[in-house]
């Protein structure tokens, strides 16, 4: 019987913790981290010389930004997000190896839907739209020949749905990690000399290798 004296309070303030971190008027502030890489090694023969050329393609991000969100209903926040990522993607071609460096900025708006399973975890879902400033360097190296370096300039319009998993260790600290996201994105992309192009794409990915996480501080409540 005290066993279940002890637990019926203890299961209270477990319900009550929960319902204080994602109740009306709890704000939440954290910090999104991202990071993607990849190797991918390849050969390829010449029947004709008999010759046998191998490369190696490298391509590594990192992002960072951070963002803050107000529940202004019960399980449901708003918020925004800033966004800076650095990537680069190197070839070994031996005929023609080549570099790309790239900035991207980026800023978002979004809505977030909360299911709770227990005190600690959940699922929250949402639609967002962002914008985003990429700058891309292209270098591309021609054994006894030249050098050439092209710069391309896009801006990016994308809107979507994001799925996430969201736990809470304590009553102020939470983490979340991407399970899915659906968008869609129109871009502009301006090359000088090289010229324009616009495009419309749509993407779905679900827990690929590209991992973003977020750590975030609750309070308000």
């Known amino acids: 019987m005290k066993k279940i004296l002890f ?30 890489t990849q190797k991918t090694n390849s050969t390829a023969g010449d029947p004709s010389s008999g010759n046998i050329t191998s490369s190696t393609t490298k391509f590594t991000s990192f ?8 529940f202004i209903a019960d399980k449901l926040d708003i918020g925004a997000s800033l966004g800076y990522n650095r990537s680069s993607n190197d ?9 790309q460096r790239q900035h991207d900025y980026s800023a978002q708006l979004f809505l977030r839907k909360y299911f709770m399973f227990g005190s600690k975890l959940g699922l929250r879902a949402g639609p967002y739209l962002g ?4 700058n891309s360097k292209y270098t591309y190296n021609y054994p006894n020949v030249a050098t050439v370096i092209n710069s391309t300039k896009t801006d990016n319009y994308n809107g979507g749905v994001n799925l996430g ?10 983490l979340s990690a991407t399970l899915a996201n659906v968008s869609y994105s129109h871009s502009k992309a301006d090359s000088g000399t ?24 609750v309070f308000g409540k």
Do not use: C, M, W
């Not at 971190?21 to 709890?26: F, I, P």
């Not at 998993?165 to 939470?174: A, C, D, H, M, W």
């Not at 090289?194 to 501080?217: D, E, K, M, P, R």
């Open 194 to 217: 090289q010229g324009h192009a616009t495009s419309n794409s749509f993407n779905a990915n679900f827990i690929s290798n590209n991992l973003g996480l977020s750590l975030f501080y």
């Open 63 to 70: 992002g960072v930004g951070p963002s803050y969100s107000y």
């Open 91 to 99: 070839n070994g071609y031996q005929s023609a190896p080549s570099s």
């Open 7 to 36: 637990l019926i309070p203890a299961f209270l303030l477990a319900f009550q913790i929960s319902k204080a971190q994602t109740e009306k008027g709890s704000q939440t502030l954290g910090v999104n981290v991202s990071f993607n």
């Open 131 to 134: 914008y985003d400033r990429n």
């Open 165 to 174: 998993l969201v736990y809470y260790p304590s009553k102020n600290v939470g």
